[in-house]
């Protein structure tokens, strides 16, 4: 524990002393530059290639969940699962002697 809090405490020593690195102050116009270079850049070939693969598997598999849940409410049998659950005993039949 003390080999921790001397390594601690000689980490934060030498935070310590430190010097504060003064923020520079961005060049006149870079921000303009960089928002005209980046409009000025095509988009990706492989971004609208998932872009529209994205919006092909979303809607795919939501078709596919809709046709599972009617698969699996129409081979259901609501019938039959209503007197099985009423007929069952909640406890088992105890033996008495």
Same mark, same amino acid.
């Given at each position: 524990m003390n080999d921790?809090? #001397?390594? %601690?405490? #000689?980490?934060?020593?030498?935070?310590?002393?430190? @010097?504060?690195?003064? #923020?520079?102050? $961005? @060049?006149?116009?870079?921000?303009t530059r960089v928002l005209a270079r980046f409009e000025n850049t095509p988009a990706e @070939? %492989?971004?609208d290639l998932l872009t529209s693969l994205g919006l092909r598997a979303m809607l795919t598999s939501a078709v596919l969940f809709v046709a599972s849940a009617a698969l699996v409410a129409w081979q259901m049998?609501?019938?039959? $699962?209503?007197?099985? $659950?009423?007929? #069952?005993p909640i406890s088992p039949s105890l033996f008495l002697p």
């Amino acid at each position: 524990m003390n080999d921790f809090d #001397s390594r %601690w405490q #000689s980490a934060a020593q030498a935070a310590r002393r430190a @010097p504060d690195e003064v #923020s520079a102050e $961005l @060049p006149f116009g870079f921000a303009t530059r960089v928002l005209a270079r980046f409009e000025n850049t095509p988009a990706e @070939p %492989w971004l609208d290639l998932l872009t529209s693969l994205g919006l092909r598997a979303m809607l795919t598999s939501a078709v596919l969940f809709v046709a599972s849940a009617a698969l699996v409410a129409w081979q259901m049998d609501f019938i039959t $699962l209503a007197p099985t $659950l009423i007929e #069952s005993p909640i406890s088992p039949s105890l033996f008495l002697p």
